[in-house]
């Protein structure tokens, strides 16, 4: 397939007698967004971490834009962009020199302003990082992942901790980064986020993927089987009802 | 590599508390006056031997004067060097009894303390000619001042408490600060960029051997200008002994950094490794007064190998070559603590 982007087969993680990642097989095309879903501890973190070859691959093999990750690491970092779940960023430095440093480490000259502009940040250019809100800090995680121009770009539960008004945000943050032509790799607790962002999910429970699909699709299997929810489907969740009352526009700024 | 060396270059403010810490230290204690005990120290030359002897026990009685007897050359070397305020000559010819004078070499940045002295010298004098039966003719002193170079508390601290904060630098701040940047995923995000892990250490050894500079210069020039530091040596001797200094201090704070996962199990680790050689390595305190195998232990401290070295630069002016036991004591230090780095050392 030439648009695949992406190609992860039958990935391993070991730590000590536990198997993390147990035979871990998918691939992301070109513009996707993919999301990997799961309980906490299902793989989801160690799976990302060895494609971003912040991990030692146990077993399989992994091949972003047809390089082999675990022998052309270097190659393969100046590809991705990479948010982690919990990085923080030096102190003391606003936003645009964080962003100019991070172009540095790639050695090229970035624009922070355009950068920040991407994520909706333009006017938090001279604040620091301590000084944002939790979307606020999500948002220039991803502005700092963008600064090499990656092919690919990971997310890592960047929604976990933000009110509703904040993950919707992100949400179009997101989709407007994939128009502009990358790939999108986001794991996620939140299965109405995959449902709306997401075009394939991989569902992992104990180092497996369990199911692989659009999400349309997975909900038109399980439908399939008989499933019904033992409570009547009503037009509208809490979360409608939270938003409806509050109001779409951002808190945090 | 400029990547990385430019992230600790901005952080401004711990660039200046580096600085700023030492000088404080110095301000803090280059005020309290130690040495000023109001004793009056004279060297007493006495050639005349018996003739003289009443004269000299008379003086060691005042006990506003130390007496300390020598012969010529070397009280009057202690006198150059600041360590006596004056110097009397007894010549052979000298007698009691019989009219004549005495000449004393006064040290003349210390007016006060000569005054004071020659003022008790003639009194003590006046005292014994009035006692003979008959009374002896007075014996007049003539003073000479002569230039000294008075070493003060300043001259024993400020190398001192620069070598202090060389080690503080190594060992603190590469121990925290490099476990600070591991526990908060700060590491992760800059692996995942191109950088390479060599280059990281790199700059931050490049990074804190600069601020080692600054901070010589900028100690022993407030040192100059601010508390009269005698200060003889040469800055490239400095530099370089710094150097070796901090190198070792560098891969302790690596090996350190190494094995502990947290802030909190950094600090005890070293406050350990330096709180002994703080107190014991003559930074603040002379190790003279040190008991005989606690003083033997600490001879073989790397930081009293720092601050000797240090200290015999900028004070006494010495060169390499008069220091080759202190660099060899650095040098041995350094590959040591290195194997240990490289050993201990892990980046997860």
């Not at chain 1, 993680?13 to 299902?42: C, H, M, W």
């Not at chain 2, 280059?199 to 601020?211: E, G, K, M, P, S």
Request: proline share 4%.
């Amino acid at each position: 397939m030439t648009d695949t982007i992406l190609e992860v087969r039958n990935l391993v993680k070991r730590y000590g007698d536990l198997v993390a990642v147990d035979g871990v097989t998918f691939s992301v095309a070109k513009q996707e967004i993919f999301g990997i879903l799961g309980p906490n501890g299902a793989g989801k973190t160690s799976t990302l971490e060895m494609i971003e070859t912040l991990r030692p691959i146990d077993g399989g093999e992994v091949r972003l834009n047809d390089i082999e990750v675990r022998t052309h690491a270097q190659e393969v970092k100046r590809l991705i962009g990479v948010q982690l779940q919990s990085s923080s960023f030096f102190d003391k430095l606003n936003l645009s020199e964080l962003l100019l440093l991070f172009g540095e480490m790639y050695g090229r000259q970035v624009d922070p302003l355009q950068l920040l502009k991407e994520v909706e940040l333009e006017d938090k250019a001279k604040a620091q990082v301590v000084h944002l809100s939790g979307g606020q800090k999500q948002r220039f995680s991803i502005a700092a992942a963008l600064v090499n121009e990656p092919l690919v770009i990971f997310l890592d539960e960047p929604t976990t901790g933000l009110d509703p008004q904040s993950r919707r945000h992100l949400w179009g943050v997101i989709k407007r980064i994939r128009s502009e032509g990358k790939t999108v790799v986001i794991t996620t607790h939140y299965m109405e986020e995959a449902e709306e962002l997401c075009d394939r999910v991989a569902i992992m429970d104990q180092g497996k993927i369990i199911a692989l699909d659009q999400p349309q699709e997975l909900v038109r299997q399980l439908l399939s089987r008989g499933f019904s929810k033992n409570r009547v489907e009503r037009l509208a969740s809490l979360e409608d009802v939270f938003l409806d009352l509050t109001g779409h526009s951002l808190r945090d700024e | 590599m400029i990547a990385s060396l430019k992230i600790f270059f901005r952080q401004r403010e711990a660039i200046l508390w580096t600085l700023l810490f030492p000088l404080f230290m110095i301000f803090l204690f280059g005020f309290v006056k130690f040495d000023g005990l109001g004793r009056v120290t004279v060297g007493v030359v006495n050639d005349a031997g018996g003739k003289a002897a009443p004269f000299v026990e008379a003086l060691k009685e005042v006990r506003t004067l130390k007496v300390i007897e020598g012969n010529r050359t070397e009280e009057l070397t202690q006198l150059g060097k600041g360590e006596r305020e004056m110097v009397v000559i007894i010549p052979a010819s000298f007698d009691p009894s019989s009219n004549d004078s005495l000449l004393a070499y006064v040290n003349d940045e210390k007016p006060q303390e000569a005054q004071l002295g020659a003022l008790i010298l003639q009194r003590v004098m006046d005292e014994q000619a009035f006692r003979r039966s008959p009374p002896a003719n007075r014996i007049v002193l003539w003073t000479q001042p002569v230039k000294s170079r008075n070493l003060t508390y300043i001259d024993f601290l400020l190398p001192g408490v620069l070598s202090m904060s060389i080690m503080q630098m190594g060992i603190f701040g590469v121990a925290f600060g490099f476990v600070s940047l591991k526990k908060r995923g700060i590491l992760r995000r800059l692996w995942v960029t191109p950088m390479k892990p060599d280059d990281f250490i790199l700059a931050q050894v490049a990074f804190r051997l600069i601020i080692v500079m600054m901070q010589i210069l900028v100690m022993i020039l407030v040192g100059v200008y601010f508390f009269d530091l005698h200060f003889i040596g040469s800055f490239g001797s400095l530099f370089l002994v710094g150097m070796l200094g901090a190198v070792v201090f560098l891969a302790m704070g690596f090996a350190l950094a190494g094995i502990s996962k947290s802030e909190d199990q950094v600090a005890p680790l070293a406050n350990i490794i330096s709180l002994p050689m703080m107190l014991l390595s003559g930074i603040f305190f002379s190790r003279s007064n040190l008991p005989g195998f606690v003083h033997t232990i600490t001879d073989f401290f790397p930081l009293t190998y720092l601050a000797d070295g240090m200290r015999g630069i900028a004070i006494d002016g010495a060169t390499l070559a008069q220091l080759t036991p202190q660099l060899l004591g650095l040098g041995i230090w350094c590959i040591v603590a290195c194997a240990v780095a490289v050993k201990m050392f892990r980046w997860e």
